[in-house]
């Protein structure tokens, strides 16, 4: 089956350090987004990607980073420099970018700093 | 610039009950609409979108949604709530050439027996 696998399901992070969130799609969509979830917030956008390559930021891009070395690859780097790192983390993509269209989501990744 | 305001940050309806959710769009352009459910420590799966044409659109589950230009309004509904409809429900946006979604703060759906 097509889908989108987020891993791992649950993380926990020691402050001052540096974890990947890892997501893999096999859809062939195009582009990639990475969202932050958090009680009340609803989906803030971090990062996007619209092709292999290439990513911008988002609405709360600091603290994050990215790649996109492969099509069916988004992983997100959580850094040292977010301060305030636990929240629900999704991956999603869309078919292609330039398209208004619905996205696909993963299963999410929980992070929590102890 | 888009946005979402979802009213309503919990809905409580009874098992049998109307199911109403509220959402209303800012755009400045022809929008995209989509609703989204989310079940705890889970992914979002797309209830129903409109793009263009009919202005009530059909879901899964059973929930529809009326596009209502002259209202900027998008609400979401269901004439029989299940106790599996107990989830967290988002409304989000798109159109023109920011095709990125905007997402509203979602509305908490609890079911009652």
């Known amino acids: 089956d097509g889908g989108i696998t987020q891993s791992p399901k649950y993380l926990f992070r020691k402050e001052g350090q540096n974890v990947t969130l890892s997501c893999e799609q096999n859809l062939n969509h195009d582009a990639m987004y990475w969202y932050r979830q958090d009680p009340g917030q609803g989906l803030r956008l971090i990062y996007y990607s619209q092709i292999v390559n290439d990513f911008q930021k988002g609405d709360i891009a600091e603290g994050y980073s990215v790649s996109r070395e492969k099509k069916e690859s988004f992983p997100l780097t959580v850094t040292s420099a977010q301060k305030n790192p636990t929240a629900f983390y999704l991956c999603?993509?869309?078919?292609?970018?330039?398209?208004?269209?619905?996205?696909?989501f993963g299963q999410g990744t929980r992070l929590t700093v102890v | 610039a888009q946005s979402v305001t979802q009213l309503g940050s919990h809905v409580s309806v009874s098992e049998g009950a109307l199911v109403l959710l509220r959402c209303n769009y800012s755009?400045?352009?022809?929008?995209?609409l989509f609703w989204y459910v989310q079940y705890p420590n889970q992914g979002l799966q797309l209830l129903l979108k409109y793009t263009t044409g009919a202005t009530l659109v059909k879901g899964i589950n059973g929930f529809e949604a009326e596009f209502k230009k002259s209202e900027t309004s998008f609400h979401l509904t269901k004439p029989s709530a299940h106790m599996s409809d107990a989830a967290e429900y988002f409304c989000a946006v798109s159109g023109g050439s920011n095709y990125k979604l905007t997402f509203g703060k979602g509305t908490l759906l609890t079911v009652n027996p």
């Open positions: 999603a993509s869309t078919p292609t970018w330039g398209q208004n269209t619905e996205a696909f």
């Open positions: 755009s400045s352009v022809p929008p995209y």
